[in-house]
């Protein structure tokens, strides 16, 4: 089965950080770019970070840029994304999504059911 | 950064039409993409490109665009088409980016 499993997620205090994972399976991991889009409690969607499928090119939103690191391991079909120096604001149910890039488009053809990340106190 | 515009919410009425809007300007460059998420569910892909619609999501579902607008079109809604939408496209600042419309949340009466 074609899927995407995120884990790692839970409550973290304000300043702390957390690793997120994704276990990819039934598909060639190592041919799709990957992203995480999180959504915050009541709040619509957010692209955070993408990184190509040899980790050539790495991209994160202006709002976790400098604190959030994306990383892969084809050989383990693994994308994980380190969350350093938290905050209230980064409290989310994170999704992994691969996407479909071309010259006219670009779009998230499969997600994993998501992970919660809470930032408090 | 770009920014994707939706009307905060629409309602329709059991198998009628209803049309979901999307305006910004990457939407001039890109192709706007539509995803329906239900409470509690993760995202579904349901139109990407011109007007393509990925295996196992109802015809009912099509997509348009023009200009800086983009459409989703749902003919004949369904009980089950009841849910949130959003629209997505690259951003066109040249930032390799994405940006998420602000999203639309459907009801149908």
């Known amino acids: 089965e074609v899927q995407l499993v995120e884990s790692g997620g839970g409550l973290v205090k304000p300043g702390g950080s957390l690793r997120l994972s994704c276990a990819a399976s039934g598909f060639t991991f190592s041919s799709y770019s990957m992203n995480w889009v999180r959504q915050a409690p009541g709040k619509g969607l957010e692209w955070v970070s993408s990184i190509s499928s040899s980790s050539s090119y790495i991209y994160y939103a202006d709002s976790v840029k400098g604190r959030f690191t994306i990383s892969r391991d084809n050989a383990k079909n693994s994308l994980y994304l380190q969350m350093n120096s938290l905050r209230a604001e980064d409290t989310a149910v994170y999704y992994c999504?691969?996407?479909?890039?071309?010259?006219?488009?670009?779009?998230?053809?499969?997600w994993g059911r998501g992970t919660l990340v809470t930032v408090s106190s | 950064s770009s920014e994707l515009t939706q009307d905060p919410a629409v309602s329709v009425a059991l198998g009628q039409t209803v049309r979901i809007t999307c305006q910004g300007d990457s939407l001039r460059s890109y192709y706007a993409s539509w995803y329906q998420q239900k409470p509690g569910q993760a995202p579904v892909l349901v139109i990407y490109g011109k007007n393509n619609r990925p295996s196992g999501i109802p015809d009912r579902f099509s997509g348009s665009s023009s200009g800086n607008t983009a459409s989703l079109t749902i003919t004949g809604a369904q009980a089950e088409d009841e849910a949130d939408y959003y629209c997505n496209s690259r951003d066109s600042s040249g930032n390799h980016h994405y940006v998420f419309g602000t999203g639309t949340k459907v009801t149908v009466l």
């Open positions: 999504a691969r996407d479909r890039i071309a010259a006219a488009w670009g779009y998230f053809d499969l």
